[in-house]
């Protein structure tokens, strides 16, 4: 469960206690509306499906592999499918790899989304373990699907460009800066993410 609107707000109320641009940016945007994913390992996976297509060739993916192996489907159904079948439902070689990595993974127990490591980058290094996700999807997931509060993506094209919009930065900042800017946030950088994302094509800014 991601963080919550009343979560978002006392966080976007306190990062605009230390800094006016976003408290201006605050009075002209508004609040930005929840984003929350289910916990679990269908997540990572439509995440999987999703990657490098558009959103309609990912949802007619997704609508096949339902059509295949059911709606609530666990991982050992798609592992006992072969190739062809599951190519018949959009998902290309690499797509494959990606999807058995993680059911294999998550079958064996060694990665339990119901007991990841409460610290985030043991967190992120235990996600980063499955094929295809990188830092970037881990941190998407573990703010969206877990609310955890001071997950901070600084490698998002969209998170470097709205914090560039928003504090009024004449060229975007690149990952590190990003990073570094977002420190004394602390521990709100969650919602100060979600805040990045509502502003970065808000025609109010």
């Known amino acids: 469960m991601g963080l919550t609107a009343a979560q978002i707000k006392h966080a976007l109320d306190e990062v605009s206690g230390r800094e006016p641009a976003f408290a201006a940016a605050l009075e002209k945007a508004g609040y930005?509306?929840?984003?929350?994913?289910?916990?679990?390992?269908?997540?990572?996976?439509?995440?999987?499906?999703?990657?490098?297509v558009s959103v309609a060739a990912a949802s007619s993916m997704w609508n096949k592999l339902e059509a295949e192996l059911g709606e609530d489907f666990t991982p050992a159904c798609l592992l006992?499918?072969?190739?062809?079948?599951?190519?018949?439902?959009g998902l290309s070689r690499q797509k494959q790899g990606y999807a058995r990595s993680l059911c294999e993974l998550v079958s064996a127990g060694?990665?339990?989304?119901?007991?990841?490591?409460?610290?985030?980058?043991?967190?992120?290094?235990?996600l980063t373990k499955i094929k295809g996700i990188g830092r970037w999807s881990a941190e998407i997931y573990l703010l969206f699907a877990e609310g955890r509060p001071d997950i901070w993506p600084a490698g998002d094209l969209a998170v470097m460009a709205g914090l560039g919009k928003i504090l009024g930065l004449e060229e975007r900042p690149d990952e590190k800066a990003t990073r570094a800017l977002a420190e004394?946030?602390?521990?709100?950088?969650?919602?100060?993410?979600?805040?990045?994302?509502h502003c970065y094509n808000n025609p109010a800014l």
């Open 80 to 89: 006992e499918r072969d190739f062809d079948t599951l190519r018949a439902c």
């Open 110 to 126: 060694e990665v339990d989304f119901d007991n990841l490591p409460a610290d985030d980058e043991e967190a992120i290094a235990e």
């Open 32 to 52: 930005p509306e929840p984003r929350i994913r289910p916990r679990g390992y269908m997540t990572l996976l439509r995440t999987i499906v999703g990657q490098q």
């Open 184 to 197: 004394p946030w602390r521990p709100h950088r969650g919602a100060t993410a979600i805040f990045t994302w």
